[in-house]
């Protein structure tokens, strides 16, 4: 079924330790982008991917970052997790940036960190 | 920066119609979109507009007027499975979307 992953669906994290949320697509879109959502601030775009090999800052950068080693996977990882960063994470795809690209998202992963 | 509005909740009975507005003022804009998002799934797909106008797709519609930065959602017929919060997304000059806080709509019987 085409679409897009996400790994874990939920998980609980100690403050500090380091973690990496998956998002694998298979309907080889070109852009890639990771949002969080939170309660009254809508999605907020943390980092996004053009194309492979490319990468760029969102509005919430700090403390995530990600790689494109290839156009199926974006992972994002937090490499010192902080109580802030508790949230819904999306990983989104689309195929182009431009006119009727919408993007499609993924089911989500609920952080908690504690 | 990026200033998107929208109610934060609407109630309505099932079978009418129910408008959503949104505002915005941004950098640029190449593009309005409309997601729904049930509680605890991921926003879907619903509308888009780029030009002046009514873009009408069954039961729900979407309108925008760039002079105003201003766009409705309608959402004719309510069904209880419309239940669920509406987010307004406006694609600026980088091409990046910038979504409001949504509105969320709660059809009642």
């Known amino acids: 079924i085409a679409g897009i992953t996400q790994a874990p669906t939920s998980q609980i994290l100690a403050a500090g330790r380091r973690m990496t949320l998956r998002c694998t697509q298979d309907?080889?879109?070109?852009?890639m982008y990771w949002y969080r959502q939170d309660l009254g601030l809508g999605l907020r775009l943390i980092h996004y991917?053009?194309?492979?090999?490319?990468?760029g800052k969102g509005e919430v950068p700090d403390g995530y970052s990600v790689s494109r080693a290839n156009t199926d996977d974006f992972p994002l990882t937090l490499a010192s997790a902080v109580p802030s960063q508790t949230s819904v994470y999306f990983c989104?795809?689309?195929?182009?940036?431009?006119?009727?690209?919408?993007?499609?998202f993924g089911p989500g992963t609920r952080l908690t960190v504690l | 920066g990026q200033n998107i509005d929208q109610p934060t909740e609407m109630t309505a009975t099932e079978g009418a119609i129910v408008q959503i507005n949104c505002t915005y003022q941004t950098s640029g804009f190449n593009g309005l979109f409309w997601y729904q998002q049930h509680a605890g799934e991921a926003p879907t797909f619903l509308s888009y507009n780029v030009l002046d106008g009514l873009e009408e797709k069954g039961r729900f519609s979407s309108f925008l007027s760039r002079s105003k930065g201003y766009s409705y959602l309608l959402l004719k017929e309510l069904q209880m499975k419309d239940s669920a919060s509406y987010l307004c997304?406006?694609?600026?000059?980088?091409?990046?979307?910038?979504f409001g806080a949504g509105t969320t709509v709660t059809v009642r019987a």
């Open positions: 991917s053009n194309t492979a090999g490319t990468t």
């Open positions: 997304a406006v694609r600026g000059d980088d091409y990046k979307l910038s």
């Open positions: 989104a795809s689309s195929d182009g940036l431009a006119g009727y690209n919408e993007q499609f």
């Open positions: 309907m080889r879109h070109n852009a």
